[in-house]
């Protein structure tokens, strides 16, 4: 099992920034990946950004790049992901998720390529 664990989340004005981190509880399966997704009030989970642990190649939803940089370091099995011009529209839950299998069938900005979820970080942009 493993425990994911956010943090940096918090209240910003727009144009702000903020840093958000994952830890995970053990090591991550080197053909898996990290994810960051957000989920606003009324609205579905979307993913934002995932990393492969092995490649460190980043894929990122379209309303989001250019402004949130995903990254890793492996040695603390922690993932970061780096938001600037943050927006009112970026006011959400923010959650990081591993994929601890190695998934291939499934996008990985589809939830469904994660098996594990932390409890989510709250960003608000006013």
């Known amino acids: 099992h493993v425990q994911l664990v956010e943090s940096g989340g918090g209240s910003v004005q727009a144009g702000g920034s903020l840093r958000l981190s994952c830890a995970a509880s053990r090591y991550m399966y080197d053909n898996g990946c990290m994810g960051w997704f957000r989920q606003a009030p009324g609205k579905e989970r979307e993913g934002l950004a995932s990393?492969?642990?092995?490649?460190?190649?980043?894929y990122y939803r379209d309303s989001v790049k250019g402004r949130f940089t995903i990254s890793q370091d492996n040695a603390k099995n922690t993932v970061y992901l780096q938001m600037n011009c943050l927006t009112p529209g970026d006011t959400a839950m923010y959650y990081c998720?591993?994929?601890?299998?190695?998934?291939?069938?499934?996008?990985?900005?589809?939830?469904?390529?994660?098996?594990?979820w932390g409890q989510g970080t709250q960003v608000t942009v006013s």
């Open positions: 998720a591993a994929d601890h299998v190695g998934n291939t069938r499934y996008s990985q900005l589809d939830s469904k390529a994660y098996q594990y």
């Open positions: 990393i492969a642990r092995r490649s460190g190649a980043a």
